[in-house]
């Protein structure tokens, strides 16, 4: 009798615990024609919580994509249609992606078994890249910008080719359902490590980089156990869950664009600096600060690079010349597949958000550069970006990573420190080895 009842519990438990399925919701693709269709969505985003919006309404919002469960559906598009507002479903079911998004096996040991036509868990990627710290020992070191709410390690590579060079740190994962930041950032450390190309093999020599492919792994874990659509952290707030680790940096915090109410998508926090995550990456970076370069927090979606200040339109510190240098590096990114970027500053080309990672860098670091990744799409899949453009996604931003460096050079940045030196060093030996082949 009893342990049939134990039995009977632990089953009840298993199915409350299971995955959740978004079957039949659906992803809309709303094109707002003037300011008064842009203030109805407004009003419906900052009034209800009940959708899922992946691209906000902001003034000049070329389209805004928000994600219904099938019982409000009815209720949207009588909005939508009311106000005039034009849409097209963009995704009947986003089940179905959700469906297509494989994610790999990596198997330990081998470190080319991680490819690049799957997204992994926190385990796989944690364990591969402990593997190239054993595989490239001289170059890879593991390193921790703490434990999150949960208790997981914040665990990032170092890849050196030796003491004293300048850093270009990349953070990535911050909203653990942008599951194309963790991927792409993977491939570039993949990239520094065995690629032959010239320029890649030089910016890997020139530079420290610190990369962090999974900086919410609490929110990672559960957006690959639980709930695919987690954005925050895990922590309790009350009965709800989750704080937007990219509105709890101290740097006016809760000023814009963010929400005092635990349920929201953008809850900032009862304080700045008042989660685990946010707060360990900042004492981390902290002493960092006078070496770092080049700063890149990476999100998704959008097809966006974006500077700061989130507070602000105003071109702020050295505002023309990071939106020069970003422009141009956005040119070289869409070479390869045509993917356009839009640069500009985050209150510009977004929206008015602070308490972020990139304002509070640049504030209280004084980073030179400092960007936001937006990678794709532009709002067709949105976070359900399917795993066959993985790779295509990678490579280009991998063009773009080279030619910021490229460019901020031109512009007089990142030359400090013995990187030039490095650098031009390694340009004898290229030449030496062109020649030796004409020769
Ligand atoms: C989804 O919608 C289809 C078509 O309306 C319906 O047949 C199906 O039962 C729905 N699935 C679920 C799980 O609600
Ligand atoms: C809204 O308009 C679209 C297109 O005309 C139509 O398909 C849909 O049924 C309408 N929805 C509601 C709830 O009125
Ligand atoms: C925006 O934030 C920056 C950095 O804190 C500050 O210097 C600037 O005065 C702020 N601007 C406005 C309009 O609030
Ligand atoms: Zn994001």
Known sequence: MIPKLILSLLIITCVSCEKFRFDNYTLYKILPKDLNEIKVLQNLYDSDTRFDFWRDPVPNAEYVTVVSAPKYKGELEGLLNRSGIAFEVAMQ????????E??????????????????????AINAWLDDLARQFPSLVTIV?????????????????HGEGRRIIFIESGIHSREWITPSTVCYAISQ?????????????????????PVTNPDGYVWTHTE????????????????????????????????????????????GPFSEPETKHLADYLRPLADRIELYLSMHSSG??????????????????????IGRRAMGALSVRYGTPYTTGNV?????????????????????????????????????????DQILPTAEETMD????????????????SGNSLSVSLGMKIILGITVLQRFL
């Open 93 to 100: 079911n986003i089940q179905n992606a959700i469906d297509k």
């Open 102 to 123: 494989r994610v790999g096996q990596y198997n330990r040991n081998n470190i080319w078994s991680m490819r690049w036509d799957r997204y992994y868990d926190l385990s």
């Open 144 to 160: 921790s910008a703490g434990t999150s709410y949960e208790g997981r390690d914040i665990k990032g590579v170092k890849i050196s």
């Open 192 to 212: 520094l490590l065995t690629s032959t190309d010239p320029e890649t093999m030089a910016a890997a020599r020139d530079f420290d980089w610190y990369i962090f």
């Open 227 to 270: 709930f695919r659509l987690w954005r925050k952290n895990r922590r309790p707030y009350g009965s709800e869950f989750g704080v937007d680790l990219n509105r709890n940096w101290n740097s006016n915090w809760l000023v814009r664009g963010s929400s005092t109410n635990p349920s929201s998508i953008n809850y900032a926090g009862p």
């Open 303 to 324: 097809q966006l690079l974006l500077i700061p200040f989130g507070n602000t339109t105003e071109p702020l510190a050295n505002y023309h010349d990071a939106l020069n």
């Open 347 to 387: 209150a510009e080309a977004i929206y008015y958000a602070t308490g972020i990672t990139v304002d509070w860098v640049k504030e209280h670091l004084h980073v030179p550069l400092v960007y936001i990744y937006e990678l794709r799409d532009r709002g067709t899949y949105g976070h359900l970006l399917p795993p």
């Open 400 to 415: 773009s990573f080279l030619d910021l460096i490229h460019q901020a050079r031109r512009f007089g940045y990142m030359n």
